[in-house]
């Protein structure tokens, strides 16, 4: 077997290392199948437990920057070690808090943190890794994590519901033991493997033009065994103007992940294209040649999509109106999915006690399982819909990937609708489902919305700073949401706190979600007409220029 075909089969079994280490990742999302007799036995009050569950979607959304950061500088194996160590960490104190019958709301809820910031870290360095490996198929590669993120709740659901049905103790400890576990052992495969490269450096000397390009073994997560030198027999097709007029198309300030074009005009002879890879941001870089033998790809000096030639970021995307409107509708529309995701089971155990009184706890776990089992698959089908139509919406319409966002705030609307209708837990599917699809819809978008918007070299970046609305917003549904249940329970003797009262425990919260959603949907219409008129003055703006 020879040394390419070698490489080529760890890139794929680093693939299904990503993958197995983001099926590992998502587990706040089933929060709502342990979290009501979690409150029960340590006799929270909703409000004292939605905290703790706003704790855990605090590390895996405001951290997305540093996160970031630290895993451009770093590489993305550090990051997958420290996920495993604090996932389990994390899960282990709630477990032995549930077996006490008692904790500290503030100890649980850091607890909690540390389960969304380990979650944030190894899903983040599993979906790089992915896209360095497979520098020309990023969407294939990624597609694989970002799925199993998805799936992250219904598998960990639906393997308690078989082997620990009713036992929110053992689902903790499952939690804590196989998230570390899975990544952990991930982390042995998950590896960059450098690729050859048809790079050639302008050379002081025409005889070093084949100069010999092999990656820099000591770059982090880069795999010593397979540091490959290659050769290039391509002649170098671009001369000097052309690189220099590349470099004067670029940003003046690009930090450490400076375009592929400007290193090529500036690189010493005898040093690998993918050397920066793990030190840029993902998706930071253009490619200039294929990962598929014999494929050649030549670029233009001038990149026609609007992704790579717009860079706003930093101080220059916080001043700018459209990342505010984009910013208002991922916190209006993500906390209105984060507040069914988180409450699932809070809903579900208030029309179950309502519509049967004899229903036991082991039952009511089985159902609130079902439920964070459908809102994950609904997620996961709305994730690959979105992709799908928004290329479809893009390429075939030629319409806006906005229009995505506009079915999001539809499909949660009808959520909503139905949250405020049905008294028959039976039905309840129908809530869990469509927030599910309307939350998948909005996360599969809206990173290639923000790129379209801002550029596609400062995506990581710009995407950890749109990731903050939700920490927001999430914080102020579900508070209000515990609130309206807390005030309809009572306490009794035991010091538990118990709702009969059916559909009315919950009521009046999505009745601000839903009045949230005609917003969200206002919003991303507007959005939609202002995008157009802006896009109109640039191709305007562009004619008038050439003549």
């Not at 997305?64 to 630290?70: H, N």
């Not at 495969?189 to 100069?211: E, I, K, N, W």
Request: charged share 15%; glycine share 10%; proline share 4%.
């Amino acid at each position: 077997m020879t040394i390419e075909k070698q490489t080529h089969n760890a890139r794929i079994l680093s693939s299904i290392a990503a993958t197995v280490v983001a099926l590992a990742c998502g587990t706040n999302y089933v929060y709502s199948a342990w979290a009501p007799q979690f409150a029960d036995r340590l006799h929270l009050s909703a409000t004292e437990s939605e905290l703790i569950g706003l704790a855990g979607n605090l590390g895996m959304y405001s951290m997305g920057v540093p996160v970031g950061m630290f895993i451009d500088s770093r590489g993305p194996r550090p990051a997958v070690l420290a996920g495993a160590v604090l996932l389990g960490i994390g899960y282990l104190p709630l477990e032995r808090a549930y077996d006490a019958g008692q904790g500290s709301v503030p100890w649980l809820s850091l607890a909690s943190f540390l389960t969304g910031l380990g979650g944030c870290m190894a899903f983040a360095a599993a979906v790089k890794t992915s896209a360095l490996n497979w520098p020309h198929h990023r969407g294939t590669a990624t597609a694989f994590p970002l799925a199993a993120f998805g799936l992250s709740a219904f598998f960990f659901a639906l393997v308690s519901s078989i082997f620990f049905p009713g036992s929110p103790g053992k689902f903790l400890l499952l939690l804590s033991i196989g998230t570390f576990g899975m990544i952990f052992t991930g982390f042995f495969f998950l590896r960059v493997y450098p690729h050859a490269s048809t790079y050639h450096a302008v050379p002081a000397d025409p005889g070093m033009a084949d100069s010999k390009l092999s990656r820099d073994p000591s770059e982090p997560g880069t795999s010593h065994e397979h540091a490959i030198a290659t050769t290039s027999s391509e002649p170098a097709h671009r001369d000097r103007s052309d690189a220099e007029e590349r470099v004067d198309g670029e940003s003046p300030d690009l930090g450490p992940c400076r375009s592929v074009s400007t290193e090529h005009a500036t690189r010493p002879a005898g040093s690998s294209p993918d050397e920066a890879d793990e030190s840029c941001s993902l998706l930071s870089q253009s490619t200039a040649t294929s990962s598929l033998a014999g494929e050649v790809l030549v670029q233009s000096s001038v990149d026609m999509d609007r992704s790579h030639r717009v860079d706003i970021r930093g101080w220059n995307l916080l001043s700018n109106f459209e990342f505010w409107q984009l910013f208002m509708i991922m916190g209006i529309l993500s906390g209105i999915g984060l507040m069914t995701i988180n409450n699932i089971g809070n809903d579900a155990a208030a029309l179950w006690k309502h519509y049967d009184d004899s229903i036991d706890d082991k039952a009511l776990v089985l159902h609130q399982q079902l439920h964070v089992s459908i809102l994950s698959l609904g997620s996961f089908s709305g994730r690959l819909l979105s992709g799908v139509g928004s290329d479809f919406l893009v390429k075939v319409l030629h319409a806006s990937r906005v229009w995505c966002l506009v079915i999001a705030s539809v499909i949660f609307s009808l959520a909503q609708i139905c949250a405020l209708n049905i008294v028959n837990p039976h039905l309840l599917g129908f809530v869990s489902g469509f927030s599910g699809l309307g939350y998948g819809f909005l996360f599969g978008v809206f990173p290639s919305i923000t790129a379209e918007s801002f550029g596609i070299r400062g995506l990581s970046q710009n995407w950890g700073f749109m990731t903050l609305s939700p920490v927001i917003s999430s914080n102020i549904f579900n508070l209000f949401y515990g609130l309206v249940l807390d005030a309809h329970s009572v306490v009794e003797a035991d010091g538990k706190r118990r709702c009969e009262e059916g559909i009315e425990c919950y009521r009046s919260a999505y009745a601000v979600t839903l009045s949230a959603c005609g917003l969200g949907l206002g919003v991303t219409l507007w959005v939609i007409w202002h995008q157009a008129r802006m896009r109109l003055r640039e191709t305007a703006g562009k004619g008038h220029a050439g003549e």
